[in-house]
């Protein structure tokens, strides 16, 4: 009986290996299927998702394509780590200083691949994702923050238009497509209220945001000169899609272009002004939070230290509790 069982046991196992042989040779291939996947994604997608899957889609097509062209069902979560460690030393970027690609980048690689092989799930082509668990913890502590001669120099250095994008910038924290999808519909003067649709930010949720004053100045202004234009931001009546080399031309003017650790000053990092600047002045880190549009405070936490002069006056104020002075000896 043992041996007729372990016999039936043998077969079964023979039957499914053969199946999942015949099923693999069925297979698309990587390459196959993951172009097929970049053709279906401007259909489901935003346009801004589908110029992040863009930007992944060089490092992943270079790797799996090239060094493991395999069917998709003979992929394993071991191909993926393979593939993150290959991904540490291979940037596709004109930035080319960088020794090693940030964990943020290769997290963004995964979440492309997370979507291309949940895909195949969904088709029944393959069983599970194998990207599962494969995720980078992120150490993004950036924090700068320029001081005032600093944002003379570069408000004074920079063109017309790219001085519209960093007074907006470094006075609400909002990041590049943000400020240049903003429309004048999405500004109200009067009650000195700003809205970012949800398609324009990065968490995917509507914004109302207040207008700081010396931006509503400015806004004021700019809208006398702007006549019939849409966009707030705009070049010869045109919108503004990208300024990547308009702010990398100006950088290189600067001054203060490379920052003490040795990378180079970003257009994001005036978003980071801004929220240093609102910590500095005594703002809570949930109030920051609003205005930067993060969903959680961890985020925001990063500011957190910026506070502590404040706060070290106030430490004095408990004296009137207990005088410490009297306990020096």
């Known amino acids: 009986m043992k041996r007729h069982a372990a016999k039936r046991i043998y077969t079964s196992w023979v039957k499914i290996q053969l199946a999942l042989m015949k099923k693999a040779q069925s297979a698309p291939l990587f390459s196959a299927a993951y172009m097929a996947y970049l053709k279906w994604i401007p259909v489901r997608k935003s346009p801004v998702m589908v110029k992040r899957e ?42 080319m200083r960088l020794a090693t690609v940030a964990p943020a980048t290769i997290n963004r690689d995964l979440m492309s691949l997370s979507y291309f092989f949940n895909r195949l799930v969904k088709e029944n082509t393959i069983q599970r994702n194998p990207v599962n668990g494969c995720v980078l913890p992120l150490q993004n502590e950036r924090v700068v923050y320029l001081h005032e001669p600093q944002v003379i120099e570069l408000l004074g250095k920079s063109t017309p238009y790219m001085n519209k994008i960093i007074k907006i910038a470094i006075m609400s924290g909002l990041r590049s497509d943000s400020i240049t999808n903003m429309r004048w519909n999405d500004i109200d003067l009067k009650s000195g209220i700003m809205r970012v649709l949800a398609k324009n930010t990065k968490g995917k949720r509507i914004l109302i945001l207040p207008i700081h004053p010396c931006l509503h100045e400015h806004l004021k202004n700019w809208k006398n000169e702007s006549g019939i234009d849409e966009y707030v931001i705009s070049h010869h009546g045109q919108k503004i899609k990208t300024f990547k080399k308009a702010w990398q031309r100006l950088r290189n003017k600067l001054t203060f272009r490379k920052l003490p650790d040795g990378s180079f000053f970003r257009f994001h990092d005036l978003r980071h002004c801004f929220a240093s600047y609102l910590r500095m002045s005594g703002f809570q880190l949930h109030e920051i939070k609003e205005l930067l549009g993060h969903k959680s405070e961890n985020m925001t936490l990063r500011y957190a230290h910026l506070d502590v002069t404040r706060l070290q006056d106030k430490l004095e104020m408990i004296n009137h509790i207990v005088d410490f002075e009297k306990m020096k000896n």
């Open 54 to 95: 863009k930007v992944s889609a060089r490092a992943i097509l270079t790797y799996f394509t090239c060094e493991k062209n395999l069917p998709v069902t003979s992929i394993t979560q071991d191909h993926i780590l393979s593939f993150i460690q290959w991904r540490k030393y291979h940037a596709f970027s004109h930035n």
